[in-house]
């Protein structure tokens, strides 16, 4: 049940990265735009949805990328017997959340320093 | 004439072989680094200035990295949406369409932010 969850967790949170690469590119691009274009762009991410919208796709980007290290370890055809599975379903769901919080903590203490 | 050796000399139903497969793996080592490159560097920018922003996409480590990222996220997520669209929608028109824009959306990303670091990092 887990490990299902897990799975489809995998394929969800890709999905999501993808949504925030489109963020990336309009960051990206307003930037090589100018000013104006940024400046609306930043009116957008300060706002509560688009701080959600951050907030989600820093957890997807964290769950996907420790998810992924998951795959990649069983790839070399270790950590594949029951006990490993579960032990590292829960290590992604925890560390992706310690990790997005952190992250997000980190953002704010790092914000008046400008 | 497709041989029962024939086909399974590396190529299978999508013709491709384990190419994709090998390509979905290089394309994930290469993104944990770069996507932590990305993280710092956003992080460490938030409430910056225009010109702050800016000025730090502009060296150039930082537009080799970030075109990189980009790059290699680009061809992940091509590869990771194409099989969950293979997996999950059935009906061939669907398939194809979605499939298509799946092509389209990574390319036109990918496209758009290596000219946007360009431009940025050779300034104007």
Known sequence: MLTMMMSIAHRITGFGNAIGFALLTWWLVAISIGPNAYATLNAFFASFIGRLLLFFFTWSLMHHMIGGIRHLIWDTGTGLDKVSIEVFAWLTIISSIVLTVLIWIAGYALMGRF | ?124
């Open chain 2, 1 to 124: 004439m497709a041989t029962p050796l024939k086909r399974v000399r590396g190529l299978g139903a999508a013709h491709r072989g384990t190419e994709t497969f090998w390509r979905q793996r290089v394309t994930a080592i290469a993104n944990v680094p770069l996507v932590i490159f990305l993280v710092l560097s956003i992080v460490s920018h938030i409430g910056a200035s225009y010109a702050q922003v800016k000025a730090y996409l502009a060296q150039p480590i930082v537009a080799v990295l970030m075109v990189a990222l980009i790059l290699s996220a680009a061809i992940h997520m091509r590869i990771g949406l194409k099989e969950i669209i293979e997996d999950y929608v059935h009906s061939e028109y669907c398939k194809v369409a979605a499939l298509l824009l799946v092509t389209f959306f990574a390319g036109v990303v990918g496209i758009a932010c290596t000219l946007a670091i360009l431009k940025i990092s050779l300034g104007s």
